[in-house]
């Protein structure tokens, strides 16, 4: 029994675990609306839905998962919906490059081109950031 | 080479001809593969995303009393995305449908048959999101339930050998999908149809 119950550890361990994975059965919509500093709408731009998730790997090593599940353009008014199906990763609205979020309370100091999803904000499968202020780097 | 031409010739004429004066039976078991164009219809996700490339698949029919026969089917096919708006960013997609049927055989004349079914069945969508870094590829699946119904023609070559095309309307039931009534479109049902060719062996 002893033995066993070794083994299924052994095995766990060279697999790794906690993969990045998508739901096919969960479909989440985020939308708002890009700005200048000004409130002037910004169109055609064109975000993505980035999904990071770290991973265990064998003999203890961790590693990263990360994928664009989705992308998206800004209209005529800067606005934006994005539909994409529901990971269990961290997800982020990414910015092309050379923009960056000016809208502090929305954005990670750190990465200013990240807005977080954060889970507990949708509202049925929905999310909206209102209005987003960008400028360029 | 000659003498294998005329055997073959001699087969082929011999199947499809020699029984020619049999009358079409309908009351008998079947086995059959087909290709078929599958499309979506209506104001739903499937529609909006999907293009379909020609479907294969086979069913198998068994004569259970008199007319009425029981089957079931399988149909696989790639699908062309056409927009990743409601998806995802998928770039490689399939889908494939299984199920159980009921029909009816009514006479026409000696040559053809007239087969109403009736079916529910399963629904798989797969999707395939691939990292451009990495490239690793990410799989997720949805399913549903097909409820459809499909007048069949059958054209019996032979005794044994029947040549068929099928238009069949399915209502695909997604109830198990979350999303938001802000996506756009709908995700909790769907139309299909499917127009098929085919060949069945009947024994």
């Keep these: 029994m002893n033995n066993k119950i070794l083994l299924l550890f052994i095995a766990l361990f060279f697999l790794g675990c906690g993969k990045l994975q998508f739901d096919g059965m969960a479909f989440l919509t985020v939308k708002g609306r890009l700005t200048d500093a000004n409130n002037t709408s910004i169109p055609n731009i064109t975000l993505q839905v980035y999904n990071t998730k770290e991973t265990a790997g064998g003999f203890g090593s961790r590693g990263t998962d990360e994928a664009i599940c989705a992308t998206g353009v800004t209209d005529s008014n800067g606005d ?58 | 080479m000659r003498v294998f031409f005329m055997f073959f010739f001699g087969l082929c004429t011999t199947v499809c001809f020699a029984q020619n004066s049999k009358i079409a039976n309908d009351e008998q078991s079947s086995f059959g593969i087909f290709t078929s164009y599958r499309t979506f219809v209506g104001d739903n996700f499937l529609a909006k995303s999907y293009n379909n490339y020609p479907t294969f698949g086979m069913q198998f029919s068994l004569n259970v009393y008199k007319k009425f026969n029981v089957g079931a089917f399988y ?17 490689n997609s ?6 159980v049927f009921l029909s009816y055989s009514k006479k026409l004349s000696n040559k053809w048959l ?31 339930s097909v409820f459809f119904i499909a007048p069949e023609i059958n054209y019996f070559i032979n005794k044994d050998l029947i040549a068929f095309t099928v238009v069949d309307y399915g209502f695909v039931d997604f ?11 709908n995700y909790n049902a769907a139309n299909q149809l499917n ?7 009947g024994f």
């Design chain 2, 94 to 99: 399939s889908v494939s449908d299984f199920g």
């Design chain 2, 114 to 144: 007239f087969i109403p079914k009736i079916g529910i069945g399963g629904f798989n969508l797969k999707n395939q999101i691939i990292d451009n870094r990495s490239y690793e590829r990410f799989r997720y699946y949805t399913f549903g």
């Design chain 2, 175 to 185: 109830t198990g999908i979350t999303a938001s009534k802000a996506a756009g479109t």
């Design chain 1, 80 to 137: 934006f919906k994005i539909n994409y199906p529901k990971s269990n990763g961290d997800v982020y609205l990414q910015l092309p490059y050379g923009l960056q979020m000016i809208d502090s309370v929305k954005v990670n100091s750190n990465y200013n081109y990240l807005v977080y999803l954060q889970p507990n904000k949708f509202i049925n499968a929905l999310i909206d950031l209102q209005t987003l202020k960008i400028s360029y780097k």
């Design chain 2, 195 to 201: 127009f098929a060719l085919g060949i069945k062996v």
């Design chain 2, 75 to 91: 149909r696989y096919n790639q699908a062309k995305i056409i927009s990743t708006q409601y998806v995802g960013n998928t770039q």
